[in-house]
């Protein structure tokens, strides 16, 4: 390992939230300090309820230069939206 | 020594060292090593701050003079001051700062933690609050004082240093007095002397971690807890309190 601590990537699941969100990545020497640092950069006003830090080194990512293959064919796929669907009006919202 | 001059005494004792410790350590603001220990140490001093507030408030309104948290803050000179003379010791170095920090948290944890069933409410109240926060200082500096102190070479020789040079410091707090032995006997605070077990325990498991060695003396410095202070005092005064007495009454 270098000089340099390894930096995380911090998930933060808020009181009101269903789900772990990114909210940016921190530097930190190990997996417990990077989880109280991200408590004390991401957390100071009362964001969060839970802590996921993950070692940005093992994220595996999609590669920009693929865009094209990986998203475009989905833009021509309107049928895969569900709305062309009747909804009965006793089902009220959805 | 009757019951409310012991509590005012009591309670300048504790809004005083959290107020100069959190001075201290809010020198740090814009100079810490690392982005996150910068924001973490001022995040460790707003909250120091916040029990200033509350413990010096009730000091203002045991005393019954009419002083709030802010005038006792701002508006007294060094020999009235009665924080722990560890809290104001330079920072040094960050290392040195942490060992302070870490000295500290492991006597104001199980200090909290037993205020919080004061017979005195007020003082129990503000103690359920500060023992949250105080426990996740401990945390934080603990782990700091073992990753450095069984870290490089450089960093074990410069936590030794710190121990060695804070360790005369550190057992005034279990120097008992007058105003000790009423708060003791009217169930207010515990006996100085009953917390020097609990934090004896946390310092020998982290400095054991740390790899570091206690010094072989029960020495200790004391007369902070009285108004009688290092020379170091009088300048973190006179950075915090110029405005006021430069501008007296000053508001924004």
Redesign the interface.
Known sequence: MGKE?PLWEVFIRGSHGMSHRHVGS????DA??AI??A???YT?RNEGVSIWVVRAADIAASSPSDKGPLYEPSQSKVYRHPTFFDIPDDVGAM | MDRDAALFEFLLRQGDTTLILAQRIGEWCGHAP???ED??LA?TALDLIGQTQLWLGLAGEVEGKGRSADDLAYLRDAWDFRNLLMAERPNRDFGHTMMRQFLYDAWAHPMLTRLAASSEPRVAEIAAKAVKETA?HL??SA?IVV?LGDGTDESHARMQDALDRLWPYAGEVFVADDADEVLAQAGIAPHPEELRAPWTETIRRVMAEATLTIPDSDFAHTGGRTGRHTEDLGHILSTMQWLQRAYPGATW
Not at chain 1, 26 to 29: E, N, Q, S
């Open positions: 601590w921190l530097h930190a020497p417990e300090m109280r640092n408590r004390d950069v100071r | 690392v982005l996150e924001i973490a995040n996740y945390e934080r782990d990753g």
